[in-house]
């Protein structure tokens, strides 16, 4: 079946830093999708991609929809303590979503 | 309006027994998903249903997991016998149609129900 290679798996870092995580699959999406789960709670999304190159922003937060459609990256800018929370990234292929194995993100304030 | 509601939030049953996870889907949506979440890894899914209807179960265990969704009611996600490995995170998704059609449509998943299996 279709994998996703998501990482880092954990960054630590300080607030106020910006932090980037990528995807890297070896099939192509068509829709590349971000989420986050805070502890207890189901996925959120953040940011969704629906076209190959795709830039897309949403607050600090900024994801591209690579040209190959085999990967995508979340950046986070300037980051702030409820920022810290695991998160997600989806590719959608034929009606379903296949997700990364999530990147945990701590922040020191 | 209401999102994806799901209970019990948490479960614990002891091995052999049997647990029922039930999904309310957002007001509208007619398309439930249901994914599992081992700790510390992604969500992987298992089974999506349309009303009355299962369209793909290719991620449900052969054995002892069954879904289904009625015409009336909420979306059961039944676990029988249930082992030590089946304790998890189980999240229900839905959506107001087919993830492969265009558009602005995602899902939107429910808070989880955590079985504990003693």
């Known amino acids: 079946g279709q994998q996703l290679n998501q990482s880092p798996q954990s960054m630590f870092i300080q607030e106020g830093e910006d932090v980037s995580m990528n995807c890297t699959s070896s099939s192509i999406f068509n829709t590349w999708l971000w989420y986050k789960q805070d502890p207890g709670e189901g996925p959120v999304l953040l940011i969704a991609l629906y076209k190959a190159g795709e830039l897309t922003s949403n607050g600090r937060l900024t994801a591209q929809f690579g040209i190959t459609r085999k990967d995508s990256f979340l950046n986070i800018s300037a980051s702030i303590p409820s920022d810290v929370g695991i998160y997600f990234c989806a590719g959608q292929l034929n009606g379903k979503l296949t997700f990364g194995q999530g990147t945990i993100l701590t922040v020191h304030p | 309006n209401a999102g994806v509601m799901q209970n019990p939030r948490h479960l614990v049953r002891r091995r052999g027994q049997e647990a029922r996870l039930r999904c309310s889907p957002m007001k509208g949506h007619s398309h439930v998903y249901w994914y599992r979440q081992l700790p510390e890894e992604g969500l992987k899914f298992m089974v999506y249903l349309q009303k009355e209807n299962i369209i793909d179960e290719s991620g449900m265990p052969k054995e002892r997991f069954s879904a289904e969704f009625p015409k009336e009611g909420p979306s059961i996600l039944r676990i029988q016998q249930v082992v030590r490995g089946d304790s998890a995170a189980y999240f229900c998704?839905?959506?107001?149609?087919?993830?492969?059609?265009?558009?602005?449509?995602?899902?939107?998943f429910g808070a989880g129900s955590r079985l504990t299996v003693l």
């Open positions: 998704a839905s959506s107001p149609r087919t993830l492969s059609e265009a558009g602005a449509n995602v899902l939107t």
